[in-house]
């Protein structure tokens, strides 16, 4: 295959995987690593937890090929299971940034930015909101990101998430009013 590998040539490779073709996923993995790189980079800015979550998404892809519905193209599939993969990366590392002593009375409240690699990017607000967006209201973190960090249009991101077009819209809506105090206290 050559170097461009179009939409409809990866949804070919991603069909023919589902079917058990393993030199097709190898195909397939190939040719959609550096979109999920690119997908990755966008949530996590720091290079090293972008490939982790590259590599974390890549897998996925390959355990779960068979949840594709083949109704919309694979990349928008692929699209979703990166950005979750990168949300992953980030809990953990987030999880893993803790302080050196816990029961030192000053022990962190939240991670320490200069012990947590993503932080090295500039989403660690929009990150910070989505995880509060999500304790209450799961329903529009998914949606939300797919719309203003991907710029997806709202008919593809209706169909990725399997829901009404008016609910996905009302679903950004308010989960932009929820997330845009959030925003505002960390600048």
């Known amino acids: 295959m050559g170097e461009a590998v179009t939409p409809d040539e990866i949804d070919e490779l991603a069909r023919r995987a589902q079917d058990g073709d393993r030199d097709a996923m190898e195909m397939l993995l190939t040719a959609v690593r550096p979109r999920t790189l690119n997908v990755c980079r966008g949530v996590l800015p720091y290079t090293p937890d972008a490939e982790d979550a590259c590599q974390e998404a890549l897998i ?23 950005v979750n993969s990168a949300r992953s990366t980030y809990r953990r590392m987030k999880n893993q940034a803790v302080a050196a002593d816990p029961q030192e009375s000053g022990a962190m409240a939240r991670p320490d930015p200069r012990t947590t690699s993503v932080i090295a990017g500039t989403r660690l607000d929009l990150l910070e909101a989505m995880e509060t967006l999500e304790r209450d ?25 399997g829901a009404p077009l008016g609910t996905i819209k009302a679903q950004i809506h308010h989960g932009r009013r929820l997330v845009r105090p959030l925003l505002a206290e960390s600048s």
Do not use: C
């Open 60 to 82: 996925k892809v390959s355990q779960k090929i068979g949840t594709w519905n083949q109704q919309g193209r694979f990349t928008t599939w692929l699209h979703m299971v990166a």
């Open 137 to 161: 209201h799961p329903q529009f973190v998914e949606p939300l990101l797919l719309r203003d960090v991907y710029g997806l249009p709202y008919e593809e991101i209706a169909q990725l998430v």
